[in-house]
């Protein structure tokens, strides 16, 4: 298996697998609530919606020739992937909610409870539940095993990792029969989102026309130069709140008590005051 | 005629999301490297300083966005 191929399962799998833990919490609250056989109906109908979805698209997707085929599609990608680090990238600096997936299964459950009563058989609230979230976390799966599977002419390999997630990830519910709340979601997310966009812009940039120093190996300075700019991005994002969190907590101080200290003492009065301002308002701001 | 414009939207949702200046620039990128592979030139250093570029401004807007809220 080469270096692409090797990034192409671990992209498709790590990108399945959180999206199958998020599906799997909100069929497991609507079918513990509700109704299973309605609940696994939805998920079974949104499975072959996905599959007729990769089988159609698939084909079409690998019979364009391979320049238009990855300028288009390392756009997409790259485009994507740009989504999915930015949002994990707000999440790691504390700036955006990061997902819980307990809490996600309460807001669930009551929506199920608070739906009315149940008729006996089969419940529409339920499939519909299922089939919605299947299908919408689902349909992010599909796009990357078709992007990183047509670019690389491996749609099989592609659709195979993402059935090993999926399939893991049923069987990590069935065994804990509660929603997989331990699953390092967001960490996931980010080194989907700096492969999706490493995998995006190399492939991009090739369809446009360009030669890569080292062809696939320039991938190895790629991916790392991306999780660094990142992980530097999430460095300065968090000191930025910090200090402006700093520099929101000083007007809190009473008036009353910074009174009497810049009476008695002037000059020592005003150094709390600078201590607290942050170093530079630009990098606040960065 | 209704159906086909929420089609196109949720599609641009689903693949542009909420930073279309992010997209915009990607394709820009991707036509200056084309343009410059096209004439001979070496095109390989235009994506990964504008990606990283985008990203950072990208993540600015949302920062200074998300400051004003709270």
Redesign the interface.
């Given at each position: 298996m080469s270096g692409a191929e090797i990034g192409l399962v671990l992209s498709v799998f790590l990108a399945c697998a959180v999206e199958a833990v998020e599906a799997l919490t909100i069929v497991l609250a609507v079918g513990a609530t509700r109704s299973w056989s309605s609940a696994l109906s939805g998920v079974g109908a949104a499975t072959l919606a996905l599959a007729a979805i990769v089988a159609a698209l698939g084909p079409t997707l690998t019979s364009l020739p391979i320049g238009v085929l990855r300028?288009i599609v390392?756009?997409?990608l790259?485009?994507?992937g740009?989504?999915w680090?930015?949002k994990a990238?707000?999440r790691a600096?504390g700036?955006?909610a990061r997902h819980d997936e307990l809490q996600t299964y309460a807001q669930e459950t009551e929506a199920a409870r608070a739906a009315g009563a149940m008729h006996s058989g089969f419940d529409g609230y339920a499939f519909a539940i299922s089939f919605k979230g299947v299908l919408l976390e689902g349909?992010?799966v599909a796009?990357i095993v078709l992007t990183f599977g047509a670019n690389q002419q491996r749609v099989g390999l592609a659709a195979a990792a993402a059935a090993l997630a999926v399939l893991l990830v049923i069987a990590g519910g069935a065994a804990a029969r509660a929603p997989l709340a331990r699953v390092p979601e967001n960490t996931m997310k980010f080194a989907v989102g700096v492969m999706l966009?490493s995998f995006g812009?190399f492939w991009?940039?090739e369809?446009?026309?360009?030669?890569?120093?080292g062809g696939d190996g320039?991938l190895l300075a790629?991916i790392p130069?991306?999780l660094m700019?990142?992980l530097a991005?999430v460095w300065t994002?968090r000191r930025?709140t910090r200090w402006?969190a700093g520099e929101r907590a000083v007007p809190a101080v009473p008036a009353v008590a910074r009174e009497p200290v810049v009476l008695a003492e002037p000059a020592m009065a005003a150094e709390p005051a600078m201590a607290a301002e942050p170093p530079g308002q630009a990098a606040a701001?960065? | 005629m209704i159906r086909l414009k929420g089609f196109f939207t949720g599609v641009w949702e689903?693949?542009?999301?909420d930073?279309w200046r992010?997209?915009l620039g990607?394709?820009l990128a991707?036509?200056l490297?084309?343009l410059?592979?096209?004439a001979g030139l070496?095109?390989?250093w235009?994506?990964?300083p504008v990606?990283?570029g985008?990203?950072?401004l990208?993540?600015?807007r949302?920062?200074?966005g998300?400051?004003h809220r709270g």
């Open positions: 300028v390392g756009g997409l790259l485009i994507f740009l989504q680090l930015r990238i707000l600096a700036l955006k349909l992010e796009f966009s812009m991009g940039a369809g446009a026309g360009a030669s890569w120093p320039a790629i130069g991306i700019a990142a991005l994002l930025a402006a701001d960065a | 689903f693949v542009v999301g930073d992010s997209a990607v394709v991707l036509a490297t084309a410059l592979a096209d070496s095109a390989w235009v994506m990964p990606v990283i985008l990203l950072a990208s993540i600015r949302a920062a200074k998300a400051s």
